[in-house]
């Protein structure tokens, strides 16, 4: 079945650490998306790409870093900078831009800082 | 700035109690109107899209309809299997590209 894969569901990290989040979607959109979700908040946007080789920055985008080499893939690294990193992260896809269709979800990671 | 808020921020209702959860948005040029539905620990679901004033979708006990600032999602005799947190967001389109802005969310509790 298509969809979004997130990885790893859990993740622990010490302070000073840089993490990655694995995301991979086999839906073929061109456009993929990163948001953070603290308790109680709704979803606010770190990163995103609308091609290959292109991403731009979100609200929140501090801290953070991203890459896009594949149409698939678009990984999510959790840097030492970014100061209260502890979060439940969701990765997204949609159709581009020419193309009005909604975002589908990942089931998300859940990043705790120890 | 392109804003979302909804209302109410929590929602409690009895089995079978109709009401109706608010998104009210501030957009330079909205490009679709979207309803999510999120449990706990999960990503969220898709429920609806809604692209101009007076369209309205249907699903089992929902109903989502669209005005020019605001968007209701109307729940018809809950059930306590519709408990989750409502989500509204709005598709905005700019110079790079396009992102999608989300309200808050609405936590409903039907209770049995």
């Known amino acids: 079945d298509g969809g979004i894969t997130q990885s790893p569901k859990y993740l622990f990290r010490k302070e000073g650490q840089n993490v990655t989040l694995s995301c991979e979607q086999n839906l073929n959109h061109d456009a993929m998306y990163w948001y953070r979700q603290d308790p109680g908040q709704g979803l606010r946007l770190i990163y995103y790409s609308q091609i290959v080789n292109d991403f731009q920055k979100g609200d929140i985008a501090e801290g953070y870093s991203v890459s896009r080499e594949k149409k698939e893939s678009f990984p999510l690294t959790v840097t030492s900078a970014q100061k209260n990193p502890t979060a439940f992260y969701l990765c997204?896809?949609?159709?581009?831009?020419?193309?009005?269709?909604?975002?589908?979800f990942g089931e998300g990671s859940r990043l705790t800082v120890l | 700035e392109d804003q979302v808020t909804q209302s109410p921020e929590a929602l409690r209702l009895q089995e079978g109690e109709s009401s109706s959860l608010n998104c009210s948005y501030t957009?330079?040029?909205?490009?679709?109107l979207f309803w999510y539905r999120q449990d706990p620990g999960k990503g969220p679901e898709f429920l609806f899209t809604?692209?101009?004033a007076g369209e309205e979708k249907e699903k089992e006990r929902l109903k989502a309809t669209l005005t020019k600032k605001e968007s209701f999602l109307h729940i018809t005799a809950p059930k306590p299997e519709d408990s989750a947190t409502y989500l509204c967001?709005?598709?905005?389109?700019?110079?790079?590209?396009?992102?999608?802005?989300f309200g808050p969310g609405t936590r409903l509790s039907v209770l049995p």
């Open positions: 967001a709005v598709r905005v389109v700019n110079n790079y590209g396009q992102n999608f802005v």
């Open positions: 809604l692209y101009s």
């Open positions: 997204a896809s949609s159709t581009g831009t020419g193309e009005i269709g909604e975002l589908f």
């Open positions: 957009v330079s040029g909205l490009r679709g």
